[in-house]
């Protein structure tokens, strides 16, 4: 609609679209397919459709196009492709772009559906992968080649906080002629600059920050609209991971709020995180936002915030920081993050636990390390929780 809008407004009105009754509020089109006037329009149809013409809803639907345009609009990027789950996006973005014999250059701090894509799914099918360091520009340097095709990243890893620097790995991957691709969850769409800094392809687990109350799982990729429509697209679409118009419904509504939610969730982060620096049960406080961690300019030049998580390590271990877990009365056990709800998450044995213990090592996924998803709740009192799980641990 128009670029002149700042965050909040494109929030709100980007992409909509009304039907013949003039609804306020973004429809529902519960849909799988669409009828054409004549059989010639059909033809027509599957030959070139319009900008806003449907054939089937595993193609695109209304309500899943207005989600995608507000997506876009508020990345930078071009386009945008709704999909079924944060790792459809994943997976999908680097599956539609590679093939046998080429070369793939990692980060090794990733989530493990994402580890599991790059390490079992694409390597069947003759894919080299390397893993680099995300945080050291000397081993990107020497990892991408002229025959690399792309390089992924989370923009800040889970569950160790730990960024990278995306200009730079983007300078380093365009001078090979590779393309950048970014998970960006937990960067957010709100605190991100990904498209600015270079990157080219960008990726969201829509079911995190962007619904954002825990009601359904969803993914994004956002690129130019020759990735999205030339290449991601025919992929998407042949294999069934698209989103249903159900979800992006949701996730419009959750779009409408999410630049107020994560600045609230950040601001309590923070607040989070000074308390607890310095408490005598934990060995490390993790928090891009504070002084003390070490790529704390990086993010502030990157991001301008400190995100949403906070992690942190009890030091005495598993068995306290299960004591820890369960003494909590506000946060709640869950694997999520980005929800309303504050959330606690022990990696080691959930979300990180298929990996060998060699591998958590040496990714900082100690026995007793913690990831807390800030939610909207209040700071005191939240904070007031912690120190009670901490007086259990």
């Known amino acids: 609609m128009s670029e002149t809008w700042n965050t909040r407004t494109k929030l709100v009105h980007e992409g ?6 003039g609804e306020m509020a973004e429809a529902i089109f519960l849909t799988q397919g669409f009828v054409y006037p004549t059989a010639e329009s059909a033809e027509a149809r599957f030959v070139q459709a319009g900008a806003d013409e ?9 309500t899943t196009r207005m989600f995608e345009e507000r997506i876009a609009a508020l990345e930078g990027t071009e386009d945008a492709f709704a999909t079924a789950s944060g790792m459809a996006a994943v997976s999908g973005a680097l599956t539609a772009m590679l093939r046998a014999g080429d070369h793939v250059v990692s980060s090794r701090a990733l989530f493990g559906s994402c580890l599991y894509v790059l390490e079992e799914v694409l390597t069947r ?3 080299r992968v390397t893993f680099v360091d995300g945080a050291d520009l000397d081993q990107w340097r020497a990892a991408v080649t002229p025959g690399t095709k792309a390089v992924f990243f989370e923009s800040m890893s889970n569950p160790t906080l730990e960024l990278v620097d995306i200009r730079a790995v983007s ?26 800094q270079g990157a080219d392809v960008i990726v ?47 996730m419009l509504n959750g779009m409408a709020t999410l630049d107020l939610r994560c600045r609230a969730m950040a601001e309590s982060a923070l607040k989070i995180a000074q308390a607890l620096q310095g408490h005598a049960k934990l060995g490390r406080v993790i928090y891009p936002g504070l002084d003390s961690h070490p790529q704390h300019a990086l993010c502030m ?23 820890f877990l369960n003494a909590l009365q ?24 298929r990996l060998p213990q060699e591998q958590k090592d040496s990714l900082g996924i100690t026995p007793g390390l913690i990831r807390l998803s800030v939610g909207l709740e209040d700071a005191g009192d939240l904070i007031a929780d912690l120190m009670h799980g901490l007086e259990q641990a």
């Not at 909509?16 to 009754?21: A, H």
């Not at 089937?56 to 209304?62: C, E, L, M």
């Not at 009601?215 to 679409?237: H, Q, S």
């Not at 080691?348 to 636990?353: F, R, Y």
């Open 171 to 196: 300078d380093i991957a365009h001078a090979a002629g590779a393309l950048v691709v970014v998970d960006n969850v937990f960067a957010t769409p709100i605190f991100s600059r990904a498209v600015d």
């Open 125 to 127: 099918y003759g894919v």
């Open 54 to 62: 449907f054939i089937y809803a595993r193609y695109g639907n209304p």
């Open 301 to 323: 030049d990157q991001m301008g915030s400190g995100g949403t998580l906070v992690t942190f390590d009890i030091a005495a271990g598993k068995e306290a920081a299960f004591r």
């Open 16 to 21: 909509s679209r009304r039907s013949q009754y």
């Open 330 to 353: 506000i946060a709640k056990i869950s694997n999520n993050l980005g929800d309303a709800k504050t959330i606690v998450t022990h990696p080691a044995t959930t979300t990180h636990q």
């Open 204 to 250: 969201y687990s829509t079911t995190k920050h962007i619904d954002g109350q825990g009601r359904a799982l969803g993914g994004v990729v956002c690129g130019t609209t020759a990735f999205i429509r030339k290449v991601l697209e025919p992929y998407m679409k042949h294999t069934g991971g698209s989103m249903s118009p159900f979800t992006s419904w949701i």
